[in-house]
C-alpha cells in the first residue's frame, strides 16, 4: 500500500521525482501535516454521501483525506504543472475529478449541476491559495451555491477579519459581507512548520456555515453592500462624513443625516461600531430616497 501523500518524505519524494518547483504567486504551499489535515477534513463534518469542491489540490495532500470520506471530489486547479502529478497520486481515487481552471473564472453552478447529484450533501474544503483569499470567498457566496457550508485555510489575519464581532478593530466590510451570507466560526490556528515551503504569514482555518436566508431582510442587497463598503472608507471618518464623501453626487447631507437618524443611529458613530443590523436599517433608510 503507497503511503499518505501528505507526509514530508512522500511529498518530497513526489516533488523531486517530478522536479516541481513552486510559484509563489500562486500561493503554493503544500501541507505535510496528515493530523492537521484530518482535522480540517472532521470540521467539514461529511458523510459517504457528502460531495466536496476543493479548490487548489496542489499534489493532492487535502485532496486524498476528502477522498477517504466523501462520495465524490472535484478540484479546481489552475497550474498545469500539478496534473500528471495529480493523475499519479490521487489514481487510487477514482471519484475525484480535477478540473484544470482558475475557480474565480469558473462557473462553479454549472460543475456542481454536472457533477453532483440533485440536493446531495456538499461543502467547499480548501487550503486557499493566499492571495486571492478574499475573492475566492466572496465569488463562492455571491454565486448562491447550493452548498451547505466552507472549510477553508487562510492568512489568520484575514479569518480575524471574517469572524470579527462589531466594535473590535478587525470588524469591516469583509466582517459583514461574509456574515450576511453565513455563520462564521474561526476553528484553529496552524504553525507555520506544516507546509512546503512555510508561508510568511499566521495560518487559521475558518468555517462558514451558510445560513438559510440572509441575517438579515434588505430591500436592496446591492445598495446594502454599497452603504456598508462606504461607511468603511476611511476608518476614522465618522458614518456621516464617509457616507456624505461617498454619495456627494447623488444624495444631500441633510438627506442622509436624516436617513441616519431614522435609522436610530448617531451620525457621529463610527462604522465598526455598527451592527449588521444596524447597517441593514442604515441601508433600508437612505434607499427610500431614491424611489
Ligand atoms: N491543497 C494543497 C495542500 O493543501 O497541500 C495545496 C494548497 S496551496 C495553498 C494552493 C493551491 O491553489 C495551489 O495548488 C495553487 O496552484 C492553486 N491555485 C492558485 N490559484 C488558483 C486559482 N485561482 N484557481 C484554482 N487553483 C488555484
Redesign the pocket.
Known amino acids: 500500500m503507497t503511503k499518505d501523500?501528505?507526509t514530508p518524505v512522500r511529498?518530497k519524494m513526489i516533488l523531486e521525482k517530478y522536479g516541481f518547483s513552486f510559484?509563489k504567486s500562486?500561493?503554493?504551499?503544500?501541507?505535510?501535516d496528515l493530523n492537521i489535515?484530518n482535522r480540517i477534513v472532521d470540521f467539514a463534518e461529511l458523510t459517504e454521501n457528502s460531495g466536496v469542491i476543493?479548490?487548489?489540490?496542489?499534489?493532492?495532500?487535502?485532496?486524498e483525506q476528502l477522498a477517504k470520506r466523501a462520495k465524490k471530489v472535484v478540484?479546481?486547479?489552475?497550474?498545469g504543472r500539478?496534473l500528471p502529478i495529480l493523475a499519479e497520486t490521487l489514481e487510487p481515487y477514482p471519484h475525484v475529478k480535477i478540473i484544470h481552471?482558475?475557480?474565480?473564472?469558473?462557473n462553479v453552478k454549472q460543475v456542481i449541476a454536472e457533477e453532483f447529484e440533485d440536493g446531495q450533501d456538499l461543502m467547499v474544503v480548501?487550503?486557499?491559495?493566499?492571495?486571492?483569499t478574499t475573492p475566492?470567498i466572496m465569488k463562492l457566496l455571491n454565486d448562491h451555491l447550493p452548498i451547505r457550508g466552507l472549510v477553508v485555510?487562510l492568512q489568520k489575519e484575514v479569518a480575524d477579519r471574517i469572524a470579527a464581532s462589531p466594535g473590535t478593530k478587525d470588524y469591516g466590510s469583509l466582517s459583514i459581507a461574509v456574515q450576511y451570507f453565513t455563520e462564521a466560526k474561526m476553528v484553529m490556528t496552524v504553525p507555520k512548520t506544516v507546509?512546503i515551503p512555510q508561508?510568511n504569514v499566521d495560518s487559521a482555518v475558518i468555517r462558514l456555515t451558510k445560513r438559510p436566508t440572509p441575517a438579515i431582510k434588505v430591500e436592496n442587497e446591492e445598495f446594502f453592500f454599497t452603504v456598508v463598503r462606504a461607511s468603511f472608507a476611511q476608518r476614522r471618518k465618522t458614518i456621516f462624513n464617509n457616507l456624505t464623501s461617498h454619495f456627494k453626487q447623488t444624495i444631500e447631507k441633510q438627506t442622509i443625516e436624516k436617513a441616519l437618524l431614522d435609522a436610530g443611529i448617531d451620525p457621529k458613530r463610527r462604522g465598526e461600531t455598527l451592527s449588521i443590523e444596524e447597517f441593514g436599517n442604515l441601508s433600508d433608510s437612505l434607499n427610500r430616497f431614491f424611489k
Do not use: S
Not at 481552471?101 to 469558473?106: G, N, Y
Not at 480548501?126 to 486571492?132: R, T
Open positions: 501523500i501528505a511529498t510559484k500562486l500561493g503554493q504551499n503544500f501541507l505535510i489535515l476543493e479548490i487548489g489540490p496542489g499534489i493532492g495532500a487535502l485532496t478540484a479546481f486547479e489552475i497550474d500539478l481552471e482558475d475557480v474565480l473564472k469558473a480548501a487550503n486557499l491559495p493566499y492571495y486571492v475566492i485555510m507546509f508561508p
